[in-house]
């Protein structure tokens, strides 16, 4: 079955401790994998797109990286206004020949002044 | 706006009642998502828009949940006889087309609750 898993649900840090979160997935044919962002009471935010192992997207403090069987989310000297809930979502073949996304449950990170 | 839009931003109801949900997507994008997501957990697709095709209605949880999308343009869910179960946050997405790596530009959402 077709799945993706975050880790870890929950993850406290001070201001500037680098760390990163994980997004593994079991998809029949990988398409595309996709980083967002989502705050409170608002719609998840684009932040990356990435398509095939070895390839890296960085925006600010974030960098995304990919491999055959996970995602990584690394985040460098994070400020508070980082927390949030950082969703992954992958892009699939399915047996129909059409695509579908499935979301991962997300990573609520929290970053302490 | 640029961006997705959605309304009503809440919606609370009765149980048994009828709602309709609405959804703006951006201009020019020919694909629209509707997913359910109920609270501390991940996004449930529920149906998908592309152009002109026939919607892929594969993730509706019962009969109970229709959608439509007039052309390209605005999106309606409506869910009948509601139910408590059916209280979380319904997001619509847009994205230029489907299948083609294109990222989901979500909007805010409906928080539906149902009492």
């Known amino acids: 079955e077709d799945q993706v898993t975050q880790s870890p649900e929950a993850l406290r840090l001070q201001e500037g401790e680098s760390s990163s979160l994980n997004c593994s997935y079991t998809?029949?044919?990988?398409?595309?994998l996709f980083w967002y962002r989502q705050d409170p009471g608002k719609g998840p935010e684009f932040l990356f797109t990435?398509?095939?192992a070895g390839e890296e997207k960085e925006k600010e403090r974030l960098k995304a990286t990919l491999t055959k069987k996970e995602s990584f989310l690394h985040i460098t000297a994070p400020k508070p206004e980082d927390s949030a809930t950082y969703l992954c979502?992958?892009?699939?073949?399915?047996?129909?020949?059409?695509?579908?996304?499935?979301f991962g449950t997300g990573t609520r990170l929290k970053v302490l002044a | 706006g640029a961006g997705v839009s959605q309304s009503p931003s809440n919606k609370v109801t009765e149980k048994g009642k009828d709602v309709e949900l609405r959804c703006d997507p951006i201009?020019?994008?020919?694909?629209l998502y509707w997913y359910r997501q109920r609270l501390g957990q991940g996004l449930e697709f529920l149906i998908y828009?592309?152009?002109?095709?026939?919607?892929?209605k594969s993730g509706l949880p019962s009969d109970r949940f229709s959608a439509e999308r007039t052309g390209e343009s605005v999106s309606t869910l409506t869910i009948q006889r509601t139910q408590q179960e059916d209280s979380a946050v319904y997001l619509c997405?847009?994205?230029?087309?489907?299948?083609?790596?294109?990222?989901?530009?979500f909007g805010d959402g409906t928080r539906l609750s149902i009492l």
């Open positions: 998809v029949s044919g990988l398409r595309g």
């Open positions: 990435l398509y095939s």
């Open positions: 828009f592309q152009g002109n095709s026939a919607p892929d």
């Open positions: 979502a992958v892009q699939a073949y399915t047996t129909s020949g059409t695509y579908k996304y499935i």
């Open positions: 997405a847009s994205s230029l087309t489907f299948g083609t790596r294109q990222p989901q530009h």
């Open positions: 201009s020019g994008h020919t694909a």
